[in-house]
Every structure is written in structure tokens, then in C-alpha cells.
């Protein structure tokens, strides 16, 4: 059974930084787009990061390009989200989502023009940018 459970959330003032992680069970990440989305209260879902199965492609949302940067450790079958420089903006519930890279891309399901039916979701995490 395919599984992903974020960690690294938390509160932090502005300007400061946060680490995420996504942890993967039941399947190898090799041959996955994973992605980072998040959803604040009132707004609709958007795309924040995305890589590819062998992290040689990302694909960043134009707000989060130069704080934010995605990696992965396939060994740890984990993906990172570094993010700097937060603004309160930023507030929301961040979500992992891993999708058969065979049937999207990682422009297509940061952008949300794919994101296939079969794709994998963590429960999210919490990142609160406030003073």
C-alpha cells in the first residue's frame, strides 16, 4: 500500500526557515513525480514544487522560485522541501503527492494540469509563518 506521511511543519517567524519531509512506503519514489502542494483557509489548492522520479527535473511555482528548493534522497525513498525566507503568506497546510511518472510530468502536476487519479497524498503538515 502506497504511503506518505510529512513531517517538519511547525510555527516560525517571517524571514525564518522550515524543513519538510516526505517519507514514502509501499513504493519505489525512482519512478514517481512527487510533489509539494499546499492549501491555505479559503484559498484553493496550489502546486508549490515538484521533481521527478531520478531528481533531475523540478519544477517550482513562480512565488516559491529562489526560497523554496526541492530535493530527494532515494535511499531514504524521502523528498525535502527547504524553505526559506518565509512570509506569513506562506501559511497553510502543506501536502506530498507522488504520481506514476509515466502518465504526468513535473510542470503538469505542479501546475495541476495532470495530477492522475491513481496520485498518492500524506495527510499534510502544518507550516504557520507569523510573528
Known amino acids: 500500500q502506497l504511503q506518505l506521511v510529512e513531517s517538519g511543519g511547525g510555527l516560525v517567524q517571517p524571514g525564518g526557515s522550515l524543513r519538510l519531509s516526505c517519507a514514502a512506503s509501499?513504493?519505489?519514489?525512482?519512478?514517481?513525480?512527487t510533489g509539494w502542494f499546499r492549501q491555505a483557509p479559503g484559498k484553493e489548492r496550489e502546486g508549490v514544487a515538484c521533481i521527478s522520479g531520478l531528481g533531475n527535473s523540478m519544477f517550482y511555482a513562480d512565488s516559491m522560485k529562489g526560497r523554496f528548493t526541492i530535493s530527494r534522497d532515494n535511499g531514504q525513498n524521502t523528498v525535502f522541501l527547504q524553505m526559506d525566507n518565509l512570509k506569513p503568506e506562506d501559511t497553510a497546510v502543506y501536502y506530498c503527492?507522488?504520481?506514476?511518472?509515466?502518465?504526468?510530468?513535473?510542470?503538469?502536476?505542479?501546475?495541476?494540469?495532470?495530477?492522475?487519479?491513481?496520485?498518492?497524498w500524506g495527510q499534510g503538515t502544518q507550516v504557520t509563518v507569523s510573528s
Open positions: 509501499g513504493f519505489t519514489q525512482d519512478y514517481y513525480v
Open positions: 503527492a507522488a504520481a506514476n511518472s509515466r502518465i504526468t510530468t513535473v510542470q503538469y502536476m505542479c501546475d495541476q494540469i495532470h495530477i492522475p487519479s491513481s496520485t498518492s
